[in-house]
């Protein structure tokens, strides 16, 4: 199994940033991506950013040129770099990854608990 925790996340004004992290700890034979996802009251949950374990990148429109997702393959901890940060914004923020645990050849999808962000107007 793999556990993932959160942190980063509390309140802050319109134009702020912050910078959230996730560790991930367990019987981790590979990580093949990691990534954090938002939900908001009353929606759906939706990608904000992910990486995979060679780097590569992808952003949801709403967050490109604003945050900056980023990672530590030694620690199995990725980052997610908020800047202007908008109302919008808030919502809770939950960690990802896609790994092998043990020998087992096939990908499994874990989930953190979460972390609150709110961007006050």
């Known amino acids: 199994q793999v556990q993932l925790v959160e942190s980063g996340g509390g309140l802050v004004q319109a134009g702020g940033s912050l910078r959230l992290s996730c560790a991930a700890s367990?019987?981790?034979?590979?990580?093949?991506?990691m990534g954090w996802y938002r939900q908001a009251p009353g929606a759906q949950r939706e990608l904000v950013a992910a990486i995979t374990s060679a780097g590569t990148t992808n952003y949801a429109d709403s967050v490109k040129g604003r945050f900056t997702i980023s990672r530590d393959n030694a620690k199995n901890t990725v980052y997610l770099q908020m800047n202007s940060l908008k109302p919008e914004d808030t919502a809770v923020y939950y960690c990802n990854t896609h790994a092998q645990v043990g020998l087992a050849s096939y990908v499994m999808t874990y989930w953190g608990k979460g972390t609150l962000v709110t961007v006050s107007s």
């Open positions: 367990g019987s981790i034979f590979r990580i093949n991506a």
